[in-house]
Nanobody
Framework: QVQLVESGGGLVQPGGSLRLSCAAS????????MKWYRQAPGKERELVATISSGGGNKIYADSVKGRFTISRDNAKKTVDLQMNSLKPEDTAVYYC?????????WGQGTQVTVSS
């Protein structure tokens, strides 16, 4: 059974940090590109960061470049998103996504709220 389980969300003040983690099971994690998306209320889902299967290539949305860092541990089957210098506009539900060719899996999401 394929599972992606996100954790680490919560309430943080502007300028603060959070680290999201996504634990994978039920598929060959090391063969999949991993992505973090987010969706704010009333907005479309937005791709935040991508990491290649081996971890050597990383791509970020312009809105988070320099503040967020994606990483993965293929031995532990986890992908993390370190979020620094958080802004109120980063408030959203964050989703973990695994993709390989035309196959894709999603987690259930974790809420991140940036507010004073």
């Amino acid at each position: 059974q394929v599972q992606l389980v996100e954790s680490g969300g919560g309430l943080v003040q502007p300028g603060g940090s959070l680290r999201l983690s996504c634990a994978a099971s039920g598929f060959t994690f090391s063969s999949y590109t991993m992505k973090w998306y987010r969706q704010a209320p009333g907005k479309e889902r937005e791709l935040v960061a991508t990491i290649s299967s081996g971890g050597g290539n990383k791509i970020y949305a312009d809105s988070v470049k320099g503040r967020f860092t994606i990483s993965r541990d293929n031995a532990k089957k986890t992908v993390d998103l370190q979020m620094n210098s958080l802004k109120p506009e980063d408030t959203a539900v964050y989703y973990c996504n695994a993709v390989r060719f035309y196959e894709g899996y999603w987690g259930q999401g974790t809420q991140v709220t940036v507010s004073s």
